[in-house]
């Protein structure tokens, strides 16, 4: 059974960086277009960014020059650096596979969910 667990969450000052892993049991993150979601207390999970199988790369407005998704096949691991850290920015964030080509800004478009991580931005 495929599954995918995060890890790279913490505590980081405002500005600063972070690097966040999602790496895959059973399976390899190829196979799969891959999504990051975030979630912050008493609020909806919502899109963060994507990668598609063909390598095709999306990102919500809010973190577009900040963030960068990736992956690495050998690894079967794909990340997510985020860099100049806000506040905003907190919450439990998200990894999910979908096994089609693409996938949108919908949770619907994702059949696997990892556990996620907490990222808390403050001073």
């Known amino acids: 059974q495929v599954q995918f667990i995060e890890s790279g969450g913490g505590l980081v000052q405002p500005g600063g960086s972070l690097r966040l892993s999602c790496a895959c049991s059973g399976g390899t993150v190829s196979n799969y277009a891959m999504g990051w979601f975030r979630q912050a207390p008493g609020k909806e999970r919502i899109f963060v960014a994507s990668?598609?199988?063909?390598?095709?790369?999306y990102y919500a407005e809010s973190v577009k020059g900040r963030f960068t998704i990736s992956r690495d096949n050998a690894k079967t691991t794909v990340y997510l650096q985020m860099n100049s850290l806000k506040p905003e920015d907190t919450a439990v964030y998200y990894c999910?596979?979908?096994?089609?080509?693409?996938?949108?800004?919908?949770?619907?478009?994702?059949?696997?969910w990892g556990q996620g991580t907490q990222v808390t931005v403050s001073s």
């Open positions: 990668m598609w199988r063909t390598g095709n790369t």
């Open positions: 999910a596979a979908g096994r089609a080509i693409s996938v949108g800004i919908s949770m619907r478009d994702y059949d696997y």
